[in-house]
């Protein structure tokens, strides 16, 4: 993600998308697909969970470049475009006229951690006898706000919004502590389910919170390189 676009032009992105027409069965087979990116994605995950670098080798799995995350590189510019990134096309080349948020590797990583701390939790959280249902939703909430907080952030990168999805993402990182605040309180670790939860998405939430801070750096530093004369 180190090269990527600044100048968040994207004038009539979808207006350009050539002669695609696709009708509700096209994309709800596309939507599955990507559906399927997300569970491969999880896939490659737990089976890295010992990997001391699992991010960068999830995304080297995924086939993500080395893992630095350029494959969000003109983002905004890929909006219905033929020329997107190899690494997302790789895996999608029948489809490789459309690029939609789905295919964007933060997003992807983003929902599969959730979905696997949400699904855990959820898991436990069924049975009463497992905690409190005050616990049970209050931890809920907070991820559900992380996830729509990020997720937003996310748009905002395509757009090429970068100072937006700074602070978008700044959100996130707020609702993301709350969620560690929660599962991290010693009242909630005395349920034994809760404690073991704990355990094991503690490392996950943190993996979230890196991939979040290494977008806002390079977000950072693209808002801070010159813009670049058009005659150049």
């Keep these: 993600m180190s090269n990527f676009d600044s100048d968040g032009s994207f004038e009539n992105e979808w207006n350009e998308r050539g002669e695609l027409?696709?009708?509700?069965?096209?994309?709800?087979?596309?939507l599955r697909d990507q559906e399927e990116t997300t569970n491969r994605y999880l896939a490659?995950?737990?089976?890295?969970?010992?990997?001391?670098?699992?991010i960068d080798e999830v995304a080297r799995n995924m086939g993500w470049d080395d893992g630095q995350w350029d494959i969000l590189e003109n983002s905004a510019d890929n909006q219905g475009t033929s020329e997107l990134p190899e690494a997302i096309t790789e895996d999608f080349a029948p489809d490789s006229d459309v690029y939609t948020l789905h295919k964007n590797p933060i997003f992807i990583s983003t929902k599969a951690i959730y979905l696997r701390a949400r699904r855990k939790w959820e898991l436990i959280a069924a049975d009463a006898k497992n905690m409190p249902q005050s616990i049970a939703v209050n931890y809920l909430t907070t991820l559900?706000?992380?996830e729509d907080q990020s997720v937003q952030a996310i748009h905002a990168l395509?757009?090429?919004?970068?100072?937006?999805?700074i602070s978008l993402f700044k959100r996130a990182l707020s609702a993301l502590n709350r969620t560690l605040a929660l599962i991290n309180d010693s009242r909630a670790n005395q349920w034994t389910a809760v404690a073991a939860y704990r355990k094991d998405v503690l490392m996950s939430l943190f993996d979230l919170r890196e991939i979040w801070l290494?977008?806002?750096?390079?977000?950072?530093?693209?808002?801070?390189?010159?813009?670049?004369?058009?005659?150049?």
């Design 144 to 146: 559900h706000h992380g």
């Design 214 to 232: 290494r977008v806002i750096g390079e977000c950072r530093s693209e808002l801070q390189r010159p813009v670049e004369d058009d005659e150049d």
């Design 158 to 165: 395509e757009f090429g919004d970068y100072a937006m999805a």
């Design 44 to 54: 490659f995950y737990e089976n890295n969970l010992e990997h001391p670098q699992r």
């Design 21 to 30: 027409a696709w009708n509700e069965f096209d994309w709800e087979r596309y």
